[in-house]
Every structure is written in C-alpha cells, then in structure tokens.
Nanobody, 121 residues
Framework: QVQLQASGGGLVQPGGSLRLSCIVSGATLDYYAFGWFRQAPGKAREAISCITGSDSSTMYSHSAEGRFTISRDNAKNTVYLQMNSLQPEDTAAYYC??????????????WGQGTLVTVSS
C-alpha cells in the first residue's frame, strides 16, 4: 500500500525559502508521477507542480513557475519541492500525491497529509 508523508512546512518571512519533502513508501518513484498541491483557507485546492517517473519531466503552475522547483531522490524515495521567494499568498497547506500512473494529468488517488506553510513577517 502506497503511503506519502509530507514535511518541511513552517513559518517563513516574505522572500524566504522552504524545502518540502514527501517520503514515499510502497511505490517506486521512477515508475510514477508525483505532484504537489496546496490549499489555502477558504480556497480550492491548487495543483502546483508535478514530476513524471520515466523521464523526470516537470510541470509548474503559473504561480510556481520560476520560484518553485520539484525534484526527486530515488534512493531516498523522496520527492521535494524547493520554494523560493515566498510571498504571503503562498500560505497554505501543501500536499503531495500520486495516482500510481506516469502522468501528470487526471485524478490523484493517494495523498499525504498536509504540511502547513505560513509566509508572514
């Protein structure tokens, strides 16, 4: 059974950086796509980034492009989201997910618990 455990959130000042980690068990990273999502209070969930398994293709939302970088370490079975130049509007609970398919499109069946990112001075 696949399990995802997200961590790395916290309080950061505007302009700061955080790296989120998603430790995956029960699935091999280079077989499947993994995504990062976020949900701010009172707002819909937003897809932030995705990385495919076979060729490590990456995709970013408009809000993440140029500031966030998704990567993975197959040996550690961990997917990362490096977030730079954080702004208050990035405040949200961040989630990692997979659908055990090598595609960034479609639904996501398996979710980790959220890790809270708060950007505030």
């Amino acid at each position: 059974q696949v399990q995802l455990q997200a961590s790395g959130g916290g309080l950061v000042q505007p302009g700061g950086s955080l790296r989120l980690s998603c430790i995956v068990s029960g699935a091999t990273l280079d077989y499947y796509a993994f995504g990062w999502f976020r949900q701010a209070p009172g707002k819909a969930r937003e897809a932030i980034s995705c990385i495919t398994g076979s060729d490590s293709s990456t995709m970013y939302s408009h809000s993440a492009e140029g500031r966030f970088t998704i990567s993975r370490d197959n040996a550690k079975n961990t997917v990362y989201l490096q977030m730079n130049s954080l702004q208050p509007e990035d405040t949200a609970a961040y989630y990692c997910a997979t659908d055990l398919r090598d595609s960034c499109s479609g639904g996501w069946a398996y979710w980790g618990q959220g890790t809270l990112v708060t950007v505030s001075s």
